[in-house]
């Protein structure tokens, strides 16, 4: 007879009736289902065929989409990491040029990974052994080049660098041609650039020191390209201070003077961080040539109202607006009379009095746009609204780019009525396709993000709306950021919108670089962690994450796991386990501990059809070898499925290994034992093993013990085993041993008989019991919700 089914026989004979007494408020009433009448129904005959032809379709689901060239590529990688034979070289420089005319023509950036396959696959195809009809051109090169050089970046990482490094010597290793008067001081001026773009200007600025005396890499150190420049910008943005002053200092010494240009830089540098004596100094530090740049006032104003230094500033204005500045300075000039929290009426007075050495200037709607600059930056709706007033007195119609404005404005004030239009016009205008500011679609790009994602805080979304959106951000090619698409996933998640999910995953995920997917990944993983998401669409989440996201990491995996398990759905744990086992990256496959770990999820949470999924996996992975820990993991997981006998199968192989039990295994046993039927005399057998070792027993396996004893229904013998407690471990009885004793015992009568001894002898202990509730079980005995968490 199976175990279970004994043990299950045992109860119903021990028990004497169906609810105690002392439960009668956990069980359940039963319910009268009412008893309702069906109205009479009549066959209706349908042309079941014509139904089905017309019948609408489901939604298919949007497939993955990938930059041209991109999955070539990655198949590339992934054959080269298989050693299988990888495409024809033909077809993967077309993938490479296919990939660069794209992000040419779409101005997306290499994102970090796609920088880390590219310089793998360009040295790939660089190297001669490889070299075949096929070879690499000066196109494919320039390509590169001017990818990494013109499109403005979104990450600067070493991959950007190590690419611009392989590009340089591919370049010059190579005999391409070109038309370049000097072509090796050309690549070395685009290795400079590139350095101080993504992040390497140290390395930059010792590239310029190295080559400053020589005279065709000082003209473009100096003059062409103005790597001077370009490099102390870099050095600027990576906050490289020391380095930033030394280059600055070396080339006031070497023929370089100190012009308006790095006056901006030094300037803008030290007044981010509110330095007031370096700003001021870098600032009246005479200049050797040009004049003052209009964006150094501009960067002073803030500066000023920062430190407190309103009346310095105030000063420096002045004395600007006297000298009949050209159209640009008064600009500059209005809006740092705005930050310095002037009026506007003083404003609109300089607005009639600006002059310059042609005569008269007339505001226009350019001015007025820099004003509403400023009003975004404070987040002051109601200045704007002040400016726009300012602007219909003056008669200034606005143009795209104050939609452009005001949209910033108004999601800074939250004020998503007015955003909403303020996109409508920008988009239907569309300012960046002007030739002069093509800058202007990338803000553009920016607001963009920021207003879907304030669309999607709100406490009902208009998801049609959304939608729309993201079809038109589809139509314009448009980056949305990772934190974007995170955000806008989650609120289509908690209406269940599945399908959108995918259409957003679909278009952007695989645009992303691995740091940015990860973004993403966070998203998903916190939502199916959080407690508050109902565990069906926890469940929905994880099948995307798993679907969209290969590369999420086996720690999530792993905390998806135990989500699962502690969800009380021991079915989704199993299945996030095998997805696991079933990765081709062997990096995510479960380890010994994982295996343990899921094991333990089945003995607190059963599933049958789980553990022996898992199992058979177990059996079939060569790479682990079974420890005492895995085996009591076992042990615990049959246990907790209701199959003790198989679980003592492994207390046999354990006590004939060479590692032998350990104190858990001896827990797991007594556990098993109190499960089996007729399990007493074995647990006797055990415990009289370790008496005559004279084992430190932990009190944890002395109560394992007991309710070994227990489950056989010998209350007389596991009164005098608790009241013996304390000479054996060395502590008295606590709630624990009470609640692990009253939960074994088999029947009613039994319970109730340990409940009057136990509350009369140790009434703090069952005090103390008392106070974790009841709940009926299967067999309609009382139990006590005590964590027994068993560990291997």
Request: aromatic share 10%.
């Given at each position: ?11 119903l004979?021990?028990?004497q ?8 408020l ?5 319910r ?10 009549h ?17 298919e ?16 990688r ?5 050693n299988v ?15 660069m ?7 997306l ?36 080049r ?5 499109i ?16 340089h ?6 005999n ?55 490099v102390a ?15 600055v ?8 003077p ?71 300075y ?93 996109y ?15 800058h ?46 995170a ?8 209406n ?19 740091a ?6 966070n998203?998903?993983?916190s939502?199916?962690?959080d ?13 995307l994450l ?13 905390s ?31 380890t ?9 999820g089945?003995?607190r949470?059963?599933?049958q ?8 996996m177990?059996?079939?992975d ?51 034992l ?9 647990a ?22 007991i ?12 009164r ?6 304390a ?5 008295e009885?606590d ?6 004793t ?25 005090t ?25």
């Amino acid at each position: 007879m199976r175990a279970n089914l004994a043990r299950h026989g045992r109860r119903l004979l021990v028990c004497q009736a169906r609810t105690a007494p002392s439960c009668a408020l956990y069980a359940a009433p039963a319910r009268r289902r009412p008893i309702i009448q069906r109205p009479v129904t009549h066959i209706n005959f349908e042309r079941t065929f014509l139904g089905g032809l017309f019948q609408r379709p489901p939604r298919e689901v949007r497939q993955p989409e990938y930059e041209p060239g991109w999955l070539q590529i990655m198949v590339w990688r992934s054959r080269m990491l298989e050693n299988v034979r990888p495409p024809p070289r033909g077809e993967l420089l077309d993938a490479w040029k296919k990939l660069m005319q794209s992000k040419i023509n779409t101005k997306l950036p290499l994102n970090a990974t796609q920088a880390l396959q590219c310089r793998r696959l360009l040295e790939y195809l660089a190297d001669p052994e490889n070299a075949d009809d096929k070879k690499l051109s000066a196109i494919h090169l320039s390509m590169t080049r001017q990818v990494l050089l013109e499109i403005d970046p979104v990450e600067r990482t070493h991959h950007h660098l190590d690419l611009a490094k392989s590009l340089h010597s591919v370049w010059t290793a190579g005999n391409f041609p070109s038309n370049r008067a000097n072509p090796v001081v050309f690549q070395w001026a685009s290795l400079v650039k590139a350095m101080s773009l993504y992040g390497g200007s140290r390395e930059a600025a010792q590239m310029l020191y190295e080559k400053w005396e020589q005279s065709d890499y000082f003209d473009c150190i100096t003059q062409d390209d103005r790597l001077l420049e370009v490099v102390a910008k870099g050095l600027a943005r990576e906050g490289c201070e020391t380095e930033l002053l030394k280059l600055v200092e070396y080339a006031e010494t070497h023929n370089v003077p100190y012009n308006a240009r790095i006056q901006y830089i030094m300037v803008q540098f030290f007044a981010e961080q509110d330095r007031v004596t370096e700003t001021r100094y870098w600032f009246n530090k005479p200049l050797m040539s040009g004049n003052i740049q209009a964006h150094v006032y501009r960067v002073l104003a803030p500066f000023a109202m920062r430190n407190n230094l309103q009346e310095w500033a105030t000063s420096l204005f002045l004395k600007l607006g006297e000298s009949q500045p050209w159209k640009k300075y008064w600009n500059v000039l209005l809006q740092a009379i705005l930050i310095t929290r002037k009026s506007l009426a003083e404003v609109d007075t300089m607005m009639s009095h600006m002059v310059d050495s042609d005569g008269e200037i007339s505001p226009d709607i350019h001015m007025i746009n820099g004003l509403l600059r400023v009003a975004t930056e404070q987040r002051d709706a109601a200045l704007g609204e002040d400016i726009l007033a300012l602007a219909a007195k003056r008669g200034l119609a606005p143009n795209g780019e104050t939609h452009l404005i005001l949209l910033n404005l108004w999601l800074e004030a939250d004020n998503l009525i007015g955003a909403r239009e303020a996109y409508n016009q920008t988009r239907h205008i569309q300012p960046w396709a002007n030739e002069s500011k093509p800058h202007l679609f990338g803000e553009f790009r920016t607001a963009v993000n920021k207003y879907l994602v304030a669309l999607a805080a709100q406490k009902q979304p208009d998801f049609k709306f959304i939608s729309s959106v993201l079809e038109t951000v589809e139509e314009d090619q448009m980056r949305l950021e990772p934190a974007t698409v995170a955000a806008l996933c989650l609120r289509f998640l908690e209406n269940d919108q599945h399908f959108d999910v995918m259409d957003i995953l679909s278009i952007y995920s695989f645009l992303y670089s691995e740091a940015e997917r990860e973004t993403v990944q966070n998203a998903f993983v916190s939502f199916c962690l959080d407690r508050n998401t109902s565990t069906n669409r926890a469940w929905g989440a994880y099948q995307l994450l798993h679907q969209f996201f290969q590369d999420t990491s086996f720690e999530r995996r792993v905390s998806l796991m135990n989500v699962f398990f502690e969800r009380r759905r021991p079915d989704m744990a199993s299945h996030v386990f095998g997805h696991m086992r079933a990765h081709r990256n062997k990096s995510y496959h479960p380890t010994i501990d994982t295996y343990i770990t899921c094991l333990e999820g089945f003995a607190r949470y059963p599933d049958q059809e789980g553990l022996e999924m898992v199992h058979n996996m177990l059996k079939m992975d060569v790479s682990l070898q079974p420890s005492t820990k895995l085996y009591t993991a076992l042990m615990l997981a049959y246990t907790g499925c209701g199959q003790p006998l198989i679980a003592l199968d492994y207390w046999t192989q354990i006590t004939q290994s060479r590692e032998g039990p350990s104190y858990a295994t001896l827990q797991a046993m007594f556990w098993t034992l109190e499960k089996k039927s007729g399990g007493h005399k074995q647990a006797r057998e055990v415990w009289d093993k370790i008496e005559r070792m004279d084992l430190e027993v932990p009190p944890s396996v002395y109560n394992a013990y007991i309710g070994a004893i227990a489950g056989s229904g010998n209350e007389k013998e596991v009164r005098s085993l608790i009241m013996g407690m304390a000479s054996v471990v060395g502590s008295e009885p606590d709630a624990m041993t009470l609640g692990i004793t009253y939960n074994a015992l088999p029947g009613q009568q039994l319970q109730r008989g340990f409940q009057e001894w136990a509350k009369g002898r140790y009434q703090d202990a069952w005090t103390e019991l008392m106070k974790v509730g009841r709940r009926m079980d299967e067999y309609s005995l009382c139990q006590f919700k005590i964590e027994r968490i068993m560990k291997a």
